[in-house]
């Protein structure tokens, strides 16, 4: 299997450099990186340029010119540019442990899609990772994060559970498989097959309505939220509207009770868009 990683950004590289050398240290090796830039400046794209010399990483860098939030879009984009059959999103604030990409290869069955979750740290305990510390699995360690700034002992079990907890964890929990855009992955077909995210989208939801389309085309989903593990590093959220997140709530309710798993606003219209620039 190859894998080909698709790692949201917009405006953070701090924290994309941390999170690419979580996927310097991965056991599993065969695998891209497309980074989708929702128009980042120029400090990301310089800090891609070093790190694909640092950590002889496969990177790409798809970016799109700076026009609000539109995850959406910039992640269609990417997976346009994505070479391999079986897809991993994630974002540019979640570090991987080591085993992150091993895991979701391992679990990854025809028909389905993977739903894992992150680890939420602190801004204090996220400013205090180092490369040392990610290629050592220091900061995954709950005593490494209790002596920098973790307060709260909330959901750590996915911390500490082992390879055969987890996977009972994950059987046995009554958390709603809902795909997260954080840790998710899915068949590069299936993805097509549904035409991608809805780029009418804006923050809030416009994950679980990915998901929903992909369960009503008939991919079943599976846990990975105890074994495939991501810790997610602190930011402001000034792209918050209350108002657009209740119609993101709509929409996929709207197509959760009609059974709807098309889009007529993803990529195809991207395909559309390219097609016709080239025969001008």
């Known amino acids: 299997m190859q894998i080909s ?19 310097q240290h991965q056991q599993f090796r065969d695998f891209e990186i497309v980074i989708a830039d929702d128009g ?3 400090r990301t794209r310089e800090l891609i340029e070093r790190m694909r010399v640092e ?3 496969r990177l790409k860098h798809v970016w799109q010119q700076d026009k609000g939030f539109r995850k959406c879009r910039i992640v269609n984009k990417a997976i346009l540019e994505a070479a391999c059959d079986y897809l991993v999103f994630s974002d540019g604030d979640c570090i991987p442990r080591r085993d992150f990409l091993q895991v979701h290869a391992d679990e990854a069955r025809p028909g389905h899609f993977l739903s894992g979750s992150y680890f939420k740290l602190p801004m204090a305990t996220s400013e205090a990772i180092t490369q040392a510390d990610i290629s050592s699995g220091d900061c995954f360690r709950l005593d490494w994060l209790r002596q920098h700034g973790l307060r709260s002992w909330r959901k750590t079990t996915k911390l500490r559970a082992g390879p055969r907890m ?3 964890l994950n059987r046995l929990t009554t958390t709603r498989c809902n795909l997260k ?14 035409n991608g995210l809805d780029e009418r989208m804006p923050w809030g939801g416009e994950d679980r309505e990915f998901g929903v389309r992909l369960r009503n085309l008939g991919i079943r989903p599976r846990h990975v939220r105890f074994n495939a593990i991501v810790i997610h590093l602190d930011h402001a959220r000034g792209y918050v509207d209350p108002a657009q997140v209740k119609a993101n709530r709509q929409l996929w309710q709207h197509n ?3 059974g709807v798993h098309w889009t007529d606003y993803g990529i195809r219209q991207l395909q559309e868009a390219a097609a016709t620039a080239d025969s001008q």
Do not use: F
Request: hydrophobic content about 40%.
């Open 5 to 23: 990683v698709i790692l949201s950004t917009y405006n953070s590289p701090r924290w994309l450099e941390k999170v690419l050398w979580g996927y």
């Open 40 to 42: 980042s400046d120029a």
């Open 55 to 57: 950590t002889g990483l």
């Open 166 to 168: 987890a996977q009972w």
């Open 181 to 194: 855009g954080s840790n998710a992955s899915a068949w590069k077909q299936d993805v097509l097959a549904i």
């Open 256 to 258: 959760k009770r009609h």
